[in-house]
């Protein structure tokens, strides 16, 4: 029986670029760093959470979004806040780049986009305050 999701692979260019981003400027915490026969395995994953990001390097032309094509970016990584707007303030004096000057209120509650030095998308998400964990 399955029981959990692992790991989520974001294909980036720069292994340690992106380690600092998503540590540094997003908050994240460093899981996995080992290097292997098969290259450097690196992970990170949102503090108190089993579910880890593989930072897997990949060249830019290889389908990830460094260039991007309509219909071609690979849907965002979606993260959860309780306080997106507050989050947002941070991350902004951090240096991440966002799509829109504020986050916005939608019909399932608060979201805004960033995106990663390698133009991954990362959309940041509030649930609204009728919204339970376990609605669908």
Same mark, same amino acid.
């Given at each position: 029986?399955?029981?959990?999701?692992?790991?989520?692979?974001?294909?980036?260019?720069?292994?340690?670029?992106?380690?600092?981003?998503?540590?540094?400027?997003?908050? &994240?915490?460093?899981?996995?760093?080992? *290097? +292997?026969?098969?290259?450097?395995?690196?992970?990170? @994953?949102? %503090? !108190?959470?089993?579910?880890?990001?593989? &930072?897997?390097?990949?060249?830019?032309? *290889? +389908?990830?979004?460094?260039?991007?094509?309509?219909? @071609?970016? %690979? !849907?965002?990584?979606?993260?959860?806040?309780?306080?997106?707007?507050?989050?947002?303030?941070?991350?902004?004096?951090?240096?991440?780049?966002?799509?829109? %000057?504020?986050?916005?209120?939608?019909?399932?509650?608060?979201?805004?986009?960033?995106?990663?030095?390698?133009?991954?998308?990362?959309?940041?998400?509030?649930?609204?305050?009728?919204?339970?964990?376990?609605?669908?």
């Amino acid at each position: 029986m399955l029981t959990n999701i692992m790991y989520v692979t974001l294909y980036i260019t720069d292994q340690d670029r992106a380690l600092r981003f998503y540590t540094q400027q997003l908050g &994240l915490e460093k899981r996995v760093d080992h *290097s +292997g026969p098969d290259g450097r395995f690196l992970t990170v @994953g949102v %503090p !108190g959470s089993p579910i880890e990001i593989v &930072l897997w390097p990949h060249a830019a032309a *290889s +389908g990830q979004p460094a260039e991007r094509q309509p219909g @071609g970016t %690979p !849907g965002p990584l979606f993260l959860e806040s309780d306080d997106l707007r507050a989050d947002f303030k941070v991350l902004r004096d951090r240096g991440v780049t966002f799509d829109q %000057p504020e986050p916005e209120d939608y019909g399932f509650g608060v979201r805004i986009e960033a995106v990663d030095p390698d133009g991954n998308r990362i959309s940041l998400r509030q649930r609204a305050a009728w919204q339970s964990r376990g609605d669908g």
